[in-house]
């Protein structure tokens, strides 16, 4: 994978406590300007979890998902993807009716996920891949069509009110990430943010990313343009 991200250990570490020392479920909202590295992060925070056995389910929205719903599609090509490696998970009934659902024809997942049979699925499938904690990132969703926008409301709340009802602490997390400003908050974006802010109540964090913070980077060395001539130098006479 890619070199460690610097600049972000701040970011990443409360992260990364923020779900580890919690008794019930939570979510974390990561805001930030574009090209402040927020997948980046994502990747890394999914990364160190992953260390301490954790089911992390890295999914994005995409610019450009206009029809009804194909946000949703996406993310469950995505979800397939990454669950068909593990043999532990691949025989469970829930990850088999998500391959039967993908193989379906466009036009007919877009209507199964307008008709709700969607959401009843991946709430399903979550639930199956316990006992380990889950967490479910999903990046860029200022990009969620109307109906994926709602379709995530309805499994988040879902999800939550049924381990609220478990005893097996903080099993079920989400962590969402949205690019900051008001050209990035349309109005299913904002419905979705917040009805997960009345799911989760007062287990929401919101994170915003501002300017890097290298004070831990490497030190690099110092190279004068005497060293660059004398390295040009040698390479092409020597």
């Given amino acids: 994978g890619p070199e460690r991200q610097y600049g972000r250990e701040a970011d990443m570490q409360a992260c990364v406590d923020f779900f580890h020392t919690r008794n019930i479920p939570g979510l974390m ?5 574009k090209g402040k590295g927020k997948t980046r992060l994502l990747y890394e925070i999914a990364k160190e979890l992953k ?10 929205f ?7 719903g194909t946000g949703m599609v996406t993310i469950a090509q995505q979800i397939e993807e990454q669950l068909k490696g593990n043999r532990r998970f691949f025989k469970l009934p829930a990850v088999q009716e998500l391959i039967k659902f993908n193989h379906r024809s466009l036009s007919e997942r877009l209507a199964m996920v307008n008709a709700g049979g969607f959401v009843d699925m991946m709430t399903n499938l979550f639930q199956q891949l316990e006992p380990e904690h889950l967490l ?12 994926s926008a709602s379709c995530a409301k309805e499994l988040v709340q879902h999800y939550f ?16 990430a949205s690019r900051e400003g008001e050209g990035y908050e349309p109005l299913a974006f904002k419905q979705l943010v917040k009805a997960l802010g009345a799911s989760y109540g007062s287990a929401v964090t919101r994170r915003k990313l501002t300017k890097l913070n290298f004070k831990d980077e490497p030190a690099v060395p110092e190279c004068s343009m005497v060293s660059v001539c004398d390295f040009v130098r040698d390479m092409l006479f020597n």
């Fill in 29 to 33: 909202h990561v805001l930030a300007d």
């Fill in 136 to 147: 479910v990132i999903l990046d860029d969703i200022h990009w969620a069509d109307s109906v």
């Fill in 62 to 68: 995409l610019e450009g998902d206009v029809h009804p």
């Fill in 161 to 176: 009110r049924a381990a609220k009802g478990k005893n097996g602490g903080n099993r079920e997390n989400v962590l969402i």
């Fill in 51 to 60: 260390k301490d056995n954790w089911n992390v389910l890295e999914c994005s």
